[in-house]
């Protein structure tokens, strides 16, 4: 993701067998165009044509959710603008070629119904034409945020402010993922039961480049059919232990956490040796008992989310020993997170790698959660579910 590179990301500049020579920290963006400060070095290591190699993602401290607002809003833009402005970590945006978008504040026509309707992975239950909710970048609309069709701007805009806070989380989540530039060995399997679709795997750059990866995903979107039970198949490939975590976002924007699911003791549980693999649900003694990862209909996306760190993620996994506690959750089940508990958890995850990072590297910014690649592996994949 372009917007991955900002300032305070930390790049190697490396040869041609990939061994480093530098370091290049990011200043700046404009556009394609990126710039930044030798590090350490005497400039004539850099040579034209070298290549660069995220060392360091910068993460914002004060990342936000930028809304679109679509022209469909009509004579009531300017309302959504200044309400958008109101809440906190949302950026209202223009909709244009240029401008990034996360979703589209917009309201439901006798179009966009009809673009709807030709989607055959849209839910069949679409929100009535002239209500006011939320679209995806591609106009796709995510259904659970459309209210009545009576409805005020800046009642719709009051209304999905829980919805905001757990699609922020969503974004903070997703800027950590490293897949094409992690040199941790770690690779996952998405296994289907039985004959209901191909099993499909992704493998973060350490793992591929080292040959460990048996097949590379040849799509980032598996399709899948309603009812299909899924096992995660996480192997560590490193000669050190990591610490595994796996969660799924849905199409709504809500977070799962499958794994780590002993709440009482998370750590332990999320440790995976050297050479072993974690297969997620895990099947226990009374496999009858056991929660099972389940795809449902009739149609839509979901998005798995693997992250593999070096060191214990304790703060987010202090975190969510707690709301297993005051939710009485039973070990083995899987966590849904609330919308204020999404964003808490997600902010502790940061902390947790940006620990991490600057006990290794302690010149990372102050404004940004810096995330090591040589340290965190966070690999994703898209699973449709379609009849």
């Known amino acids: ?102 979703f589209i504040l917009g309201k439901m026509t006798s179009e966009y119904l009809k673009l709807a309707e030709k989607e055959k992975t849209t839910d069949t239950n679409l929100p009535p034409v002239g209500s006011f909710g939320l679209f995806s970048s591609g106009l796709i609309p995510i259904s659970d945020s459309f209210g009545r069709v009576n409805e005020t701007v800046d009642r719709a805009i009051q209304r999905l402010q829980p919805k905001f806070k757990m699609l922020l989380a969503g974004r903070i989540l997703r800027s950590v993922l490293n897949k094409n530039t992690s040199s941790l060995k770690v690779t996952a399997d998405i296994v289907p039961d039985g004959t209901r679709g191909d099993s499909s795997t992704i493998a973060s750059r350490g793992a591929e480049e080292s040959g460990l990866a048996t097949q590379r995903i040849k799509t980032t979107l598996q399709t899948l059919k309603p009812e299909t039970e899924i096992k995660v198949h996480v192997k560590n490939q490193e000669n050190r232990n990591l610490y595994i975590a796996v969660l799924v976002i849905d199409s709504s924007g809500n977070i799962v956490l499958l794994y780590p699911s002993d709440y009482n003791s998370p750590e332990d549980a999320s440790l995976v040796k050297p050479g072993e693999k974690l297969v997620v649900p895990p099947t226990t003694v009374n496999p009858e008992n056991d929660f099972k990862f389940v795809v449902q209909g009739p149609s839509g996306f979901l998005e798995l989310l693997i992250l593999a760190s070096t060191e214990p993620l304790r703060n987010a996994l202090r975190g969510i020993k707690q709301i297993a506690r005051s939710r009485g959750t039973r070990s083995g089940d899987p966590l849904a997170f609330t919308e204020e508990e999404s964003v808490t958890a997600m902010a502790s995850l940061l902390g947790d790698l940006d620990d991490t990072t600057r006990a290794s590297i302690a010149s990372v910014r102050g404004d940004v959660r810096g995330v090591d690649t040589t340290q965190l592996a966070a690999l994703s994949a898209t699973i449709e579910v379609a009849e």
Do not use: C, H, W
């Not at 300032?7 to 165009?33: C, H, W, Y």
């Open 1 to 102: 993701s372009l917007e991955s590179f900002t300032k305070g990301a930390i790049f190697n500049l490396i040869d041609a067998k990939g061994k480093p020579l530098a370091e290049v920290e990011q200043t700046s963006r404009d556009g394609m165009v990126g710039y930044g400060k030798l590090r350490g070095s005497q400039r004539a290591v850099i040579q034209p044509g070298a290549l660069l190699r995220e060392r360091v993602r910068g993460v914002p401290t004060d990342l936000t959710l930028e809304i679109g607002i679509d022209a469909s809003l009509s004579n009531q833009t300017e309302i959504a603008r200044k309400e958008l402005e109101k809440v906190n970590r949302v950026e209202p945006v223009a909709v244009n070629q240029k401008q990034n978008t996360d």
